[in-house]
Each structure stands twice: as structure tokens, then as C-alpha cells.
T-cell receptor, first 115, second 110 residues
């Protein structure tokens, strides 16, 4: 039981390049999330998916797109990377986003640097 | 929308000393409260959560937190810390969505 997995662990991009961050969970959770973590700012929600087939914007969605490929997988895409997107990205999942008492389970993170 | 303020960005303490990490929240409706811990180069793990009932909540690794509705606080405490407690700690509040505080870096020194 791996929980939430993310690939890659590290990535360096040049400005303007694109990439996709992959996330998968094996806990049969309905809801999945993408956060970015920046020093002194905690975690900020980029996008989330309440259930398979749905996605919604979070607090900081600009410059990102997401795909909920199936119940297990939720990917985050940067179409044209900018230095401001240098951050650590975390994927998380929970049983059901409409039940706010549920905890979220986090992946190990992807450390992205945009030069 | 709800928000969370962690009052200390860094807390250095000596091993075996007590520690309190402070968290205040604001919300116009009832919320659920969480503390997560992030060890270096890892994701976040749940320490404890308050849903309802007793205002004193016990979590893993000897941590506990007290919910105070009148002061809108949810401070995290441990009576005696270990070197292994060195980590970043995040308070979070959840209603429609989960909002995280900026984090408190706890450093335990020998």
C-alpha cells in the first residue's frame, strides 16, 4: 500500500519549457489536490478534483492545468514554465472533499526549479 | 472564507523542554482543525485533528492540542521534546476547503 506517489522527485526546467507532474493514489479516495509550498507561505491550493471527471480551481491556478485521468491519477501541467513557479509541489488525496472533517494524505513532493 | 495564523515562524528549544506552537484561526462558521507535521524532504503527515467533543485532542508522538472556541485558537503542545521532533508543523482549518498556516519550524537542540 504505497499511499500517494508523485513523479518526478526533482526537476529543473528552463523558462518556457513545459512539463507534467504525475500523482497517483491507491487508497480508493474520491478527491485529489495539488498544492504548492513556498517559504513562509504554507501550502496553497492550485487545483483540486472532488471526484473522477471533475476539476476546480483553487487559490493559485494561473499558469497550471490539471487532468483527472481516472480515480487513481491526477496530473498537473505547466504549459510554459516561469521562474515564479519554482516551488515544491505536493499532491494529496482524501476520501471525500465534501466531508471537510476528512484528513488529507500527502505525497512526498516534487521539487521544481525554473531557471 | 476561513484563515489560519501561526504566530511563530521558528521555535528553538532544548531537548526534553516543553513546547507550545501557537495557532489562531478565523471563520464565521464551525470548522474542523488539524495539525500536520513535515519532516525534512517529506510530505505532510497528520498529527491530530479536532472534529467535535472534548477540547483536548491527543495525537501521535506525544503531541496534544487544545481547541479554544472563545479565543479561536488551537495550540499544539508537547511536555518534553526529542531531537526527532525537529520538523515543520502546519495548522490547518477546514470548512468548504482546507486552509493551511504558514508553518512553524521547530528545532530541538541537544
Amino acid at each position: 500500500n504505497a499511499g500517494v506517489t508523485q513523479t518526478p522527485k526533482f526537476q529543473v526546467l528552463k523558462t518556457g519549457q513545459s512539463m507534467t507532474l504525475q500523482c497517483a493514489q491507491d487508497m480508493n479516495h474520491n478527491s485529489m489536490y495539488w498544492y504548492r509550498q513556498d517559504p513562509g507561505m504554507g501550502l496553497r491550493l492550485i487545483y483540486y478534483s472532488a471526484s473522477e471527471g471533475t476539476t476546480d480551481k483553487g487559490e493559485v491556478p494561473n499558469g497550471y492545468n490539471v487532468s483527472r485521468l481516472n480515480k487513481r491519477e491526477f496530473s498537473l501541467r505547466l504549459e510554459s514554465a516561469a521562474p515564479s513557479q519554482t516551488s515544491v509541489y505536493f499532491c494529496a488525496s482524501s476520501v471525500e472533499s465534501r466531508q471537510p472533517y476528512n484528513e488529507q494524505f500527502f505525497g512526498p513532493g516534487t521539487r521544481l526549479t525554473v531557471l | 472564507a476561513q484563515s489560519v495564523t501561526q504566530l511563530d515562524s521558528q521555535v528553538p528549544v532544548f531537548e526534553e523542554a516543553p513546547v507550545e506552537l501557537r495557532c489562531n484561526y478565523s471563520s464565521s462558521v464551525s470548522v474542523y482543525l488539524f495539525w500536520y507535521v513535515q519532516y525534512p524532504n517529506q510530505g505532510l503527515q497528520l498529527l491530530l485533528k479536532y472534529l467535535s467533543g472534548s477540547t483536548l485532542v491527543k495525537g501521535i508522538n506525544g503531541f496534544e492540542a487544545e481547541f479554544n472556541k472563545s479565543q479561536t485558537s488551537f495550540h499544539l503542545r508537547k511536555p518534553s521534546v526529542h531531537i526527532s521532533d525537529t520538523a515543520e508543523y502546519f495548522c490547518a482549518v477546514s470548512n468548504n476547503d482546507m486552509r493551511f498556516g504558514a508553518g512553524t519550524r521547530l528545532t530541538v537542540k541537544p
